[in-house]
């Protein structure tokens, strides 16, 4: 069985997270998520996420696609993750391009192309000044 593991915020969940989400669930069998803690989304963007990480884990894990669920503390412990979920594949969309490739010798390191023109901040934006 081939494991793939991907991370991510997931804040105010929309299509192109899902459609990663989908497309990471095809490159294996099973698809475990680390999703950020709200101290390391704090620390990644310098704001607090619209959702707390105890919804953002509820929406992530109701997901068709999506077999499990983890905290991510630290964007360091990459290598450990892969490791704790016997994981054959990393995925992360291309905004991390060449990020995680230190972790090839653990896993195949997949990058996948984003969804074109949307975006939590554009969100959040779009719905503050309308
Ligand atoms: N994504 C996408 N298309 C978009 C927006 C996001 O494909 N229009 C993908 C990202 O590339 C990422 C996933 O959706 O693979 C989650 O995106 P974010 O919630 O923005 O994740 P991020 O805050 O970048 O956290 O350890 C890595 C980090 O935790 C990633």
Redesign the pocket.
């Known amino acids: 069985d081939t494991t793939v593991i ?6 105010v969940l ?1 299509v ?2 899902v ?2 989400l989908n497309r990471a669930a095809e490159l294996g069998d099973r698809l475990v998520v ?1 999703v ?1 803690s709200d101290a ?2 704090f620390s ?2 310098g704001r607090n996420p619209v959702f707390s990480q105890d919804e953002r884990l509820e929406l992530v894990s109701n997901l068709k696609s999506v077999d499990e669920v983890f905290v ?1 503390e630290s ?1 360091d412990l ?1 290598r450990q993750y892969i490791t704790d979920h016997q994981a054959d594949v990393l ?6 391009a060449g990020k995680f490739d230190f972790c090839s010798d653990l896993a195949k390191v997949v990058y ?9 901040t554009a969100l959040i934006e779009h719905i503050a000044t309308t």
């Open positions: 991907t991370f991510g915020t997931f804040d929309h192109g997270h459609r990663v680390g950020s390391l989304n990644k963007k991510e964007l990459k995925v992360m969309g291309d905004d991390w996948l192309p984003r969804t074109p023109s949307i975006s939590t």
